[in-house]
């Protein structure tokens, strides 16, 4: 048995959580997510939690069954919580401001580059070297997030860059200076 899909999912109050097929709908109060799940594994809805089910002990069902309890454990929490990944700017003159909804990054290139997040994504300022990106779907939030830290992703030998706060950089050493004959 799959150690993390055999797990039920409780739902917390103010979730309500609906399964029509392979379709399943949840619903909380900060929106609402739907997702189509694969069909070999059933989804039920059993006072307060949610069981996943796998049909055979084939090693297809196996892999399916750990993935859709954790896709829907994810939209449970999601939409009862959220999800925040959390990035910092580590560099001379990168920073990041605040316009509207959109964000402009300053990351020491010729120009500065303007994000728009998606739908249902939020993208906070903390101050000009630190901010943060939230939502209710874990994928499009850590996607988002990813997305982001491509623009100036950290280097190792003078740990410039975009990176997730606590994220630590492997410094390397830079070239030895020219040997003395």
């Known amino acids: 048995?799959?150690?993390i899909g055999k797990l039920?999912?409780?739902?917390?109050?103010?979730?309500?959580?609906?399964?029509?097929?392979?379709?399943?709908t949840v619903t909380g109060p900060k929106g609402t997510l739907d997702r189509?799940?694969?069909?070999?594994?059933?989804?039920?809805?059993?006072?307060?939690t949610v069981v996943c089910e796998r049909p055979t002990e084939s090693r297809e069902h196996r892999s399916l069954h750990g993935l859709t309890r954790t896709l829907v454990a994810n939209m449970v929490t999601g939409v009862s919580q959220g999800f925040t990944k959390n990035l910092e700017l580590v560099g001379v003159g990168y920073r990041v401001q605040k316009q509207?909804?959109?964000?402009?990054?300053s990351l020491g290139y010729?120009?500065?580059?303007?994000?728009?997040?998606?739908?249902?994504?939020?993208?906070?300022?903390?101050?000009?070297?630190?901010?943060?990106?939230?939502?209710?779907s874990a994928e499009l939030v850590g996607q988002v997030a990813a997305?982001?830290?491509?623009?100036?992703?950290?280097?190792?030998?003078?740990?410039?860059?975009i990176m997730y706060r606590g994220e630590r950089i492997r410094r390397k050493a830079g070239k030895a200076g020219k040997a003395k004959a």
Request: aromatic letters at 4%.
């Open 8 to 24: 039920p999912i409780p739902v917390p109050n103010g979730v309500n959580v609906e399964v029509k097929g392979n379709l399943v």
């Open 110 to 136: 010729s120009h500065p580059i303007r994000v728009t997040p998606p739908d249902g994504i939020s993208i906070d300022v903390a101050d000009q070297s630190h901010f943060s990106v939230s939502g209710i």
């Open 1 to 3: 048995m799959s150690r």
């Open 100 to 105: 509207g909804s959109d964000v402009v990054l």
């Open 147 to 161: 997305d982001l830290r491509k623009y100036r992703p950290p280097e190792p030998y003078k740990g410039k860059g």
């Open 36 to 48: 189509t799940l694969p069909a070999q594994i059933k989804v039920r809805v059993d006072d307060g």
